[in-house]
């Protein structure tokens, strides 16, 4: 009896040491399908940070592997199995790019984890621009809808999105829209700056600076309410039904085990709810629009199907 | 003025503290050394960093960042002129008449003349970031997408620079050139050309693989070919490793004229620092009293495009400063490095944290000096790398290409195209063909092409973007400047004849 009760109470001890409030999950590799320093990549590396500060994962690796929108990033993390636990960072570009690109692989290919952080975005034109509202600009595309030209950053992007939900909420046809290729934020800006495009659009986070010192006037941005703070009309305000989050996530593996999903989704969850990563989203001007597995799924086919419809009216696919 | 000069003492002040003194000397080693290895640039070394600094005080960080960025643009020439190893393509000219020079045994004047031209160019034209910033960024916001076409034709003249003695070959390498140019998606339209249903081609074919695999791969496997035949002949290392006299009198108008060409272009948002290197080329040719030597190691041709390369870096800093513009891939991580500190960069990041922007302007200044050190010593112990054997030097030039084409974007078919390419660039030797037309028409060939539709785009169609003076008139007169570098030496030649 008494040796009965010693085992009972080491099995009791050990179990207690042996499953602390969360088992750490040991060399973690994040993958961002794109370079240094754009959304995902840093998405990734706030990620590496907190998970390893919170004690919820240790010895975690960026692996940056850029390449056609993230398609290749992609594919390279579906085909290429490793045996130590990994992640993949994305969100709504690289859905335009899968179907764009005509990927092979797609997010379904995917365990969609959790959507994570998002960039609002307003359009944007320059402070001596004779736009002054949305109206106004609207008012010139319905009438002559090529005089104005509308910069972005590739066809099929999240900013070529924005204009032709726009273009279609103002009913006029977005395979209308002029649309000219800005490859990076810095054309994208100085080019609506120096008046040589009429309207830009990026992340709210990337426009902000000009905005508050008046060098580019916003004359309305794709968040569903106004942001906390920020002094300019949404589209749905002014009317207009466009709503676009761009926003960016993580993906694990799609043929995990029930436990290593949950597990998984468990660390995300104890790290979206952190102070750190908080701040962390905070200081780069995104919005916290964490989403949890249960959900983020059907959300990720919901925005496929409905890029897939406007590239098509966009006429990017046939 | 005198406001600008106390704030930038201020920043002196703040960088001449031990401990920052300390950081800038560690971002321009680090910078150098990733300036040697190609495929690693500096702003994934940025990247790298950012969790890690992120327990320093952000003005210790710029500094340091400053310092790599720098740094990496000093180390670039390196193994351009020993191994003829772009490694970044501001640095592709170089190798040119630089790893040219390096076979006469002129390896250490090649590497002496781009230290201090980096130095000088750095050091005039971080003089005009601080002084002349505001007025650089108003001129920048003028080019649109047809000014920026004017300039890429001014740019294709360098091509007259480098065809070599027989015309037919040399306009056959600019059109393989501008062909590889077209591989991957359209920008405007989203169509995939000569893509052949390989994806890692979607994005085109990277600059730096091609010139690897023309100049570096191509160069090892013809030494290879011949090694049997011919009898070994040592390159390093002839008379005194230092610069002459002549060497300095050559090299210190390229010096200025690639600064002057460098930094306004490097400013400009779609500017790069492939543009001034090239125009910096040519212009070098033009004037040079031995034309017929480029190519075969004229010291003007590694003095002018590298400084050009240099005042571009300072030049890539000045929008990134004044107005939050990044227009590079640097200065984007460099962007995220601010927001990482809660900083907005932007236009009031002058007024909001003048310490950390002087502090980090002062220590540009403070890092040019320790590069300058760094290097030039380094020259005479970089050239011994020449003495190696060539069996044994070539095939640590194929190890060392081969993992830089990798680390570019961890992608194996990069390996296979720079395989391609090498064996491609082993046959135009053979045959007599020059190969830095083929780097100019893939470099310059699709810059061109977006921004000649861009600009049509955006006129509806209208052509008199590009010649009416009224409504563009820079766009205008760079395409007549252009004109004017193409036709006045035929004139004068005709006229002499």
Aim: with cysteine; aromatic share 8%; glycine share 10%.
């Amino acid at each position: 009896m008494k040796k009965a009760m010693t085992i009972v109470a080491a099995a009791a001890l050990a179990l207690a040491s042996a499953s602390p409030a969360f088992a750490e999950i040991k060399r973690l590799e994040i993958t961002a399908p794109a370079a240094a320093g754009g959304g995902y990549d840093q998405n990734a590396r706030i990620m590496q940070q907190v998970l390893q500060k919170e004690g919820l994962a240790s010895g975690v690796q960026v692996v940056n592997q850029p390449g056609a929108g993230g398609t290749i990033g992609l594919a390279n993390y579906v085909n290429n199995k490793k045996r130590t636990p990994t992640l993949l960072t994305g969100g709504l570009a690289l859905v335009g790019a899968i179907i764009t690109n005509k990927s092979t692989v797609t997010f379904e290919d995917t365990y969609p984890l959790a959507r994570l952080s998002a960039d609002y975005q307003p359009i944007v034109v320059a402070a001596d621009s004779p736009y002054k509202t949305l109206e106004d600009l609207i008012a010139k595309f319905k009438a002559d809808p090529g005089s104005v030209s509308w910069g972005g950053s590739g066809p099929g992007s999240t900013d070529h999105m924005l204009y032709g939900l726009l273009a279609k909420a103002a009913g006029v046809e977005p395979s209308k829209i002029n649309y000219v290729v800005l490859t990076s934020g810095g054309e994208m800006l100085s080019g609506v700056m120096g008046g040589h495009v009429t309207v830009g659009t990026g992340g709210y986070s990337e426009l902000s600076a000009q905005i508050n010192a008046g060098k580019v006037r916003a004359l309305a941005i794709s968040s569903p309410e106004r942001l906390p703070g920020v002094d300019v009309p949404t589209f749905k305000e002014k009317g207009y039904d466009v709503n676009l989050v761009n926003w960016r996530a993580v993906f694990a593996p799609k043929d995990l085990k029930a436990e290593e999903k949950q597990e998984l989704e468990q660390a995300i969850d104890k790290m979206v709810k952190s102070e750190d990563w908080k701040a962390a989203v905070k200081q780069r001007g995104w919005s916290d629009v964490y989403m949890p597995a249960a959900e983020f799924a059907a959300f990720v086919k919901q925005e496929h199907v409905r890029a897939e419809t406007l590239f098509k009216e966009l006429g990017l696919l046939k | 003025m005198m406001e600008t000069l106390q704030l930038l003492f201020q920043g002196f002040t703040v960088s001449l503290a031990p401990i920052n003194l300390l950081w800038a000397a560690v971002g321009v080693t680090i910078g150098t050394a990733i300036g040697v290895l190609p495929g690693i640039g500096p702003s994934l070394t940025v990247a790298l960093l950012l969790p890690v600094t992120s327990a320093l005080e952000p003005t210790a960080a710029f500094i340091m960042f400053g310092g790599i960025y720098y740094g990496a643009m000093y180390g670039g020439s390196t193994t351009s002129i020993l191994l003829n190893t772009p490694g970044e393509s501001g640095a592709i000219v170089t190798a040119i008449d630089g790893h040219a020079m390096a076979r006469k045994g002129r390896g250490a004047q090649a590497l002496a003349t781009a230290a201090i031209g980096s130095f000088v160019a750095g050091t005039i034209a971080t003089l005009a970031m601080t002084f002349v910033a505001p007025a650089m960024v108003s001129f920048a916001l003028l080019f649109g997408p047809a000014e920026y076409f004017g300039l890429m034709v001014l740019a294709f003249v360098t091509v007259t620079a480098v065809l070599g003695e027989n015309l037919a070959l040399g306009m056959a390498s600019l059109m393989l050139g501008l062909t590889l140019g077209l591989v991957g998606i359209d920008n405007q339209t989203g169509a995939a050309r000569l893509t052949f249903g390989i994806p890692e081609l979607l994005d085109g074919i990277d600059v730096v693989i091609v010139a690897v695999g023309l100049f570096a791969i191509g160069e090892a496997l013809y030494q290879a070919s011949r090694y049997r035949h011919e009898k070994e002949e040592i390159y390093a290392l002839k008379g005194s490793l230092w610069m002459s006299r002549e060497d300095w009198s050559r090299s210190w108008k390229p010096w200025l004229r690639g600064t002057a060409i460098g930094y306004p272009i490097g400013s400009l948002p779609a500017g790069g620092s492939e543009i001034p290197t090239f125009l910096s080329y040519v212009v070098e040719k033009r004037l040079a009293k031995k034309p017929e030597e480029f190519g075969h190691g004229a010291i003007e041709a590694v003095a002018g495009p590298e400084a050009a390369n240099n005042a571009s870096a300072a030049g890539v800093l000045t929008p990134l400063l004044a107005l939050g513009l990044p227009t590079s891939a640097t200065a984007a991580i460099m962007l995220a490095a601010f927001q990482q500190y809660g900083l907005q960069p932007g236009p009031l990041l002058f007024e909001n944290d003048p310490q950390l922007v002087w502090g980090m302007i002062a220590s540009l200044y403070i890092g040019n000096v320790f590069l300058l050190l760094l290097n030039l010593p380094m020259a005479g112990i970089w050239v011994k790398l020449l003495l190696v054997p060539k069996p044994w030097l070539y095939g640590g030039i194929l190890a060392f290409a081969t993992l830089g084409a990798y680390s570019l974007n961890n992608n194996i078919v990069d390996l296979v195209l720079l395989w391609l390419i090498g064996i491609g660039g082993f046959g135009m030797r053979l045959l007599n063909v020059p190969v830095a037309p083929c780097i100019v028409g893939i470099i310059l060939g699709p810059m061109a092409e977006q921004h000649f539709r861009r600009a049509l785009a955006i006129s509806q169609g209208d052509l008199s973007v590009f010649y009416n003076p009224m409504t563009h008139p820079l766009a205008v007169s760079l395409l007549v400047i252009a004109a004017a570098f193409l036709l006045v030496p035929v004139v004068l030649r005709l006229r002499r004849a």
